[in-house]
């Protein structure tokens, strides 16, 4: 099945690109339908069409979701920590700034998700 080309923006995929262009330690990864950036192995940032995700610290999700243009992931509260942020949101140097800033400040502090055992053949 063909990808939705308007899946990720262009343009914040360039952004986030340059942001994080002098680390050595950044992949791309598509995962629940974004294009994640992974910081030392694990997911820190995000785009999701004209969104930015954003992996910020669990014990300050509320105070997060109070920010104008956010909204949580997972609204079940599946995800804690993990958030969209709007083009509002991000729109302004300074609030770019901001999320990305908090983001990778938690990256160090942030779990690393297991790596998945390999799928075992059934023939063997």
Known sequence: MPRDPDAFSPGLVAALR????????????QMF?????????KICL????????????????????????????????????????????YARREQWEFWLGQALAYNPQARASPKRKPRQNPED
């Open 18 to 29: 340059q942001a994080l262009d002098s680390r050595s330690d950044v992949e791309e990864r």
């Open 46 to 89: 995000g785009v999701k069409r004209d969104e930015l995700l954003v992996r910020l610290p669990p014990a300050r999700h509320d105070e997060f979701l109070e920010h104008a243009g956010v909204r949580e992931l997972s609204p079940g509260g599946g995800m804690q920590g993990y958030f969209f942020i709007e083009p509002d949101g």
């Open 33 to 41: 339908g974004c294009l994640c950036f992974m910081v030392d192995a």
